[in-house]
């Protein structure tokens, strides 16, 4: 029951902290609710027993991708709002397009009747976690440490000021 | 006990408020932070699916996810970066030159 009212409490303030974000102006204040929405995605895996998770989401996102976004806009200097105008159609269009997607896929959720759950929680501790991880997905894993190398070097050949053939 | 149904609620509530931030805005920035939202908003499906079934498979999947959710923050942020010195703009409406 107290699990119940703490997830309550933090997929609230997820919810709320996501629209937010997307309805500033200011895209300062829109970084701002992401970290909000961050940590309490955070809140929510810790109720739901995906420990690990959470501490990857505030490690991983409060400290690193939220930090990004911070200097970013400080480096790009967003400071004036930029207008956006749209004609009355497209922007009835834009807005309809999410929320008929959500009551679609909130139709299917409800009308489906989901497997009562497993019951043994033995699979979730942190043991078995990486025994998959490592084991089963070995593949994958080093997959994503791959990509996260091309990651690291493309984003540097990317936003480096001079160009590769540039002889100064 | 968590129903699953909330959980899944909450994921998709994220992930469409996500798709709506990516449809609508025009900050480039914005644009950005709405696709970390619809990361989330899946990854908070799969922890509570991964709790459901009593396996650890979902987790799994979403540090796939959260990867990826970094790989592509970095990247986006390279091209936003370099769109700003090239143009001094950071609104989706001029990256529109490749048109036929």
Known sequence: MITLAIFVFFGVLAAAGAVLVVVQKNAMHSVLYLALTVLATAGVFFTLQAEYLGAVQILVYGGGIVVLYIFVIIIVNLKEVLPEKRKLFPRLVLIALPALLGAEIILVVVRTRFAPPAGHERGLDLASLAEMLLKTYLVPFEIASVLLLAVLVGAIIIARRKSLHDPD | ?100
């Open chain 2, 1 to 100: 006990m968590i129903p699953i149904s909330a959980v899944f609620g909450l994921g998709l509530f994220m992930f469409c408020v996500g798709v709506f931030g990516v449809l609508f805005r025009k900050n480039l920035v914005i644009m950005l932070m709405s696709l970390e939202l619809l990361l989330n908003g899946v990854n908070i499906i799969l922890a509570g699916v991964s709790r459901h079934l009593g396996s650890p498979r979902g987790s799994v999947f979403a540090i796939f996810v959260i990867v990826m959710a970094v790989s592509e923050a970095a990247v986006g942020f390279a091209l936003v970066l370099s769109y700003f010195r090239k143009r001094k703009a950071y609104d989706a409406d001029g990256l529109s030159e490749l048109r036929g």
